[in-house]
């Protein structure tokens, strides 16, 4: 059954909290997981929902959770912080009259599945519940709340591991804090929660005024435990990078990808790769990165924010927010930098760096070289040990090499300058001035050959 999922359905996400346990300046939502801050995920969620924008209570660290939020969500402050159910109320001057149902989830619990929220949508509106509380089954409770029933089944209370009797403890059904709301019910409801012991405002003890009441409590229960990971401490959130891991290495696999170690393949969320494409061990893939077909990725290589076409060999290197079309191989131990731009079939061996720089189809740089600031054409030749001097200690200056040409060994390019269409350069030259298309220059400063140009 399609969803619909338009006023109808309002989403509500808490991020409020300190996050007191992860003992750390930053806000607990914007520590990184898989590569981006742990918000995303949430903000994500709510974006493939289809409903409207959602509602992101932030409090503690406010601006910086709203910064990294952008226009993502509609924040609304909390202050002070008082409960989860004190967070929801605020949400309730922008939504009330608005919806029929309100979901609400934590920004902390970074890992549910879309098909997760999905069915707990739908499983609330058959049953027209009241409320619907997504659970689940763990050995290990983690301090989550424990769904309490009755002895017919029904759900009467959730309880917070603190005020749990020792049998309460036992129970191993746990509340996710996810979940869907008759919105009406929750705005009338919401400002008569109880103070509890600790001085809060529970959002869970809805479900024991709606038990009093006589509502429709429903609860689904969340299939892979793993998706209920809540991340209170650093220990939490490496649990939770370790899951994510396996779930985007796994899909890539699924999708075509060969892994040779999942065990040591770091790829984050954001990242695409195509199908017949090879990751050696030890490869690191993060932000943005794009990886075509049939490429063979690594040993120990990092890429970062980079577009890879097809058929690329990358060996042993790093490459940073830089752009390679097709048949591009590099490495071993290349570095590729901001800006670089390689066309198709370049060839970059060892010890080479590309920064700011277009190298034209075609153009070889075999070893000890660097290229920063520079035009380089097609089927270029560059010597070992050659390198662009694109700065003077103030400013960086361009470099232009034309197609075809032979920069020697070792040969110096003080910038700016321009090297001529299938312009030579002798072997140790320091090449002040431009040269000339088909001239060979050669010596310190370098000079034109006679009778070199054609
Ligand atoms: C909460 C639930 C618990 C559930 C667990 C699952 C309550 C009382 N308890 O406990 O039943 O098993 O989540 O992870 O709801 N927040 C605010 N404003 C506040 C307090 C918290 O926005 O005043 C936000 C936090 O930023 C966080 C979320 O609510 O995203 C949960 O807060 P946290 O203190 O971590 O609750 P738990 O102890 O994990
Ligand atoms: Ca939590």
Redesign the pocket.
């Known amino acids: 059954m399609e969803l619909k999922v338009t006023d109808e359905l309002a989403v509500v996400i808490?991020?409020?909290?300190?996050?007191t346990r992860m003992k750390s300046a930053l806000p607990?939502?914007l520590h990184p997981l898989g590569g981006k801050p742990m918000l995303m995920y949430s903000l994500d969620l709510a974006a493939q929902l289809g409903a409207a924008l959602p509602v992101l209570?932030?409090?503690?660290e406010a601006e910086a959770v709203r910064q990294t939020a952008q226009d993502r969500a509609r924040c609304v402050e909390?202050s002070?912080?008082?409960?989860?159910?004190?967070?929801v109320l605020q949400a309730a001057p922008l939504l009330q009259g608005h919806c029929q149902q309100v979901i609400v989830f934590?920004?902390?619990?970074p890992l549910f599945r879309l098909e997760t929220l999905r069915g707990l949508i739908e499983h609330h509106r058959q049953r027209q519940a009241t409320l619907t509380v997504l659970t689940v089954e763990a050995n290990d409770p983690r301090?989550?709340?424990r769904i309490v029933r009755d002895e017919s089944g029904r759900i009467i209370g959730?309880v917070?591991e603190q005020d749990a009797t020792p049998a309460q403890r036992a129970i191993r059904e746990?509340?996710?804090?996810m979940y869907v709301f008759d919105a009406g019910w929750l705005w009338a409801r919401l400002p008569s929660l109880p103070l509890?012991r600790k001085g809060?405002y529970?959002?869970?003890?809805l479900v024991m005024m709606a038990a009093r009441e006589g509502c429709i409590i429903e609860s689904v229960l969340c299939a892979d435990a793993n998706e209920?990971l809540?991340i209170?401490t650093r220990v939490h959130l490496a649990e939770a990078e370790a899951i994510l891991r396996q779930r985007i290495n796994t899909e890539l696999m699924l999708a075509g990808v060969t892994l040779l170690d999942p065990a040591t393949t770091f790829i984050e969320a954001d990242v695409k790769v195509e199908a017949d494409t090879i990751i050696y061990p030890n490869t690191h893939l993060q932000d943005k990165t794009t990886i075509g077909r049939q490429c063979r990725i690594g040993p120990n290589t990092i890429i970062r924010h980079s577009t890879i076409g097809a058929r690329c060999k990358i060996e042993s290197s790093v490459v940073e927010e830089a752009t390679l079309e097709d048949e591009v191989d590099a490495g071993p131990f290349a570095h590729i930098r901001q800006g670089a731009y390689l066309c198709q079939g370049v060839h970059m061996g060892n010890f080479g760096e590309v920064k700011n720089s277009r190298l034209g189809p075609g153009t070889k740089m075999g070893h000890f070289s660097y290229i920063g600031d520079a035009l380089v054409g097609a089927d270029v030749n560059i010597g070992c040990g050659a390198i662009t001097c694109n700065f003077d200690g103030k400013t960086k200056h361009k470099t232009i090499i034309g197609d075809g040409a032979f920069i020697g060994s070792d040969t110096m390019l003080r910038a700016p300058v321009t090297i001529g269409k299938g312009a030579v350069t002798g072997a140790g030259s320091v090449v002040t001035r431009d040269v000339p298309d088909g001239a060979t220059v050669f010596g310190v400063p370098a000079r034109v050959k006679p009778d070199s140009q054609v």
């Open positions: 808490l991020a409020a909290g300190q996050g607990k939502v209570v932030v409090g503690h909390q002070p912080q008082l409960g989860t159910g004190h967070a934590h920004a902390d619990m301090g989550f709340g959730i917070e746990l509340n996710t804090a509890s809060e529970y959002l869970t003890d209920a809540g209170n």
